[in-house]
């Protein structure tokens, strides 16, 4: 009969448990990284406590499903390592379990957000209407420049692979470029998403890295919001 742990020891096994899915799984590292935005954007938004709390609630759904997913996954691994198509039902049923809590995250982010991001949202475009349309198509071109000239610096090719994602610069440039055209913000967001899913396909697609990708993202926003500052007096 094994031995029954103290509560001080079963909390160390847990944090273990945490700590080596955190170093192992990746998608349980970009949870983290999401939960933690999301919690920061809360509290810099001025969320009221019951919020906050509700996007604890939910962030914290999400990252234990993750974890659930994770351990079930493993141990069906070590049970079976050749392919069953019951052990393939209980691994898509606990991946769907997973979907299902992410989905529901993004919608109730998307119900507390909205009332905190609308009026800045609003106020921030009208501060843009005076740009003129031609700004954003050169913004884009300028865009699709600097992805040359550093693909050209890193010896890349500019369609596949390289340093950065030259069509996720393109990508969140023209999302950008979205918010100021639209004056929506439920237009904007869905820009942002094609964008994401741009910027996703590379990374599935094995073009590019999570890294590429994310530089790639940085250099069409920052291009465009220069633009949209310096160039406009």
Same mark, same amino acid.
């Given at each position: ?8 020891e079963?909390v ?5 448990g945490?700590?080596?899915?955190f ?8 949870? @983290?990284? !999401?939960?933690?935005? =999301?919690?920061?954007c809360?509290? /810099?938004?001025?969320?009221?406590? %019951?919020?906050?709390? &509700? $996007? ?16 079930i ?7 079976n ?9 209980v ?27 609308? @009026?800045? !949202?609003?106020?921030t =475009?009208?501060?843009?209407?005076? /740009?003129?349309?031609?700004?954003? %198509?050169?913004?884009? &071109? $300028? ?11 890193a ?19 023209i ?7 639209s ?28 890294r ?5 993202s ?5 291009v ?10």
């Amino acid at each position: 009969m094994s031995k029954t742990r103290s509560f001080t020891e079963s909390v160390d096994l847990a944090i273990q448990g945490i700590v080596s899915a955190f170093k192992k799984e990746r998608n349980f590292r970009l949870d @983290i990284l !999401f939960a933690g935005i =999301v919690i920061l954007c809360g509290i /810099i938004l001025n969320f009221t406590r %019951v919020e906050l709390a &509700i $996007l604890f609630f939910v962030v914290t759904l999400v990252l234990s499903a993750e974890l659930f997913n994770t351990a079930i996954e493993k141990l069906l691994d070590v049970v079976n390592d050749n392919f069953d198509p019951r052990i393939k039902f209980v691994k898509d049923v606990s991946a769907g379990a997973v979907l299902i809590a992410v989905i529901s995250s993004v919608v109730i982010g998307y119900l507390i957000f909205y009332p905190h991001l609308e @009026i800045p !949202f609003k106020l921030t =475009v009208r501060a843009l209407r005076s /740009i003129p349309y031609h700004l954003i %198509v050169a913004g884009i &071109i $300028l865009v699709i420049i600097a992805v040359i000239i550093i693909k050209s610096w890193a010896g890349d090719k500019f369609l596949r692979g390289g340093i950065v994602s030259g069509h996720s610069a393109v990508a969140f440039s023209i999302a950008i470029a979205i918010v100021y055209l639209s004056n929506s913000l439920a237009v904007s967001i869905l820009g942002f998403i094609l964008a994401i899913m741009v910027a996703q396909s590379r990374v599935e697609g094995k073009i590019h890295s999570i890294r590429e990708v994310i530089l790639g993202s940085f250099l069409g926003i920052i291009v465009m919001l220069t633009i949209f500052k310096f160039l406009l007096r």
